[in-house]
């Protein structure tokens, strides 16, 4: 079993920044992938970002391509959401996932999840 632990959420203004972490622990392997998704009120979850386990990968869905970055240390087998220029309809429970997958954009291709963290932005 793998348990996945999400922090780093808040509230913050529309343009401001935070960072997200999703720490790992349990039984823990390589060659996995791990994304970010989330869910705003009233919607379904929806892709964010993705990191293949060697962080020589990346996948970002376009509405958040050039304001957030994703990111690895496996030392810490944490992985990490830089979220910059955040948007009011960037609020949303953001999850962390882990999974063994050739399709990172599909969150039923995903094993474990983290029990999400709240991000909220004001305008």
């Known amino acids: 079993q793998v348990q996945l632990v999400e922090s780093g959420g808040g509230l913050v203004q529309a343009g401001g920044s935070l960072r997200l972490s999703c720490a790992a622990s349990?039984?823990?392997?390589?060659?996995?992938?791990t994304g970010w998704f989330r869910q705003a009120p009233g919607k379904e979850r929806e892709f964010v970002a993705a990191i293949s386990w060697s962080g020589s990968s990346t996948y970002y869905d376009d509405s958040v391509k050039g304001r957030f970055t994703i990111s690895r240390d496996n030392a810490k087998n944490t992985v990490y959401l830089q979220m910059d220029s955040l948007k009011p309809e960037d609020t949303a429970v953001y999850y962390c996932?882990?999974?063994?997958?050739?399709?990172?954009?599909?969150?039923?291709?995903?094993?474990?999840w983290g029990q999400g963290t709240q991000v909220t932005v004001s305008s």
């Open positions: 349990g039984r823990t392997s390589s060659l996995h992938v």
């Open positions: 996932a882990r999974g063994y997958t050739t399709k990172p954009r599909v969150q039923d291709a995903y094993n474990y």
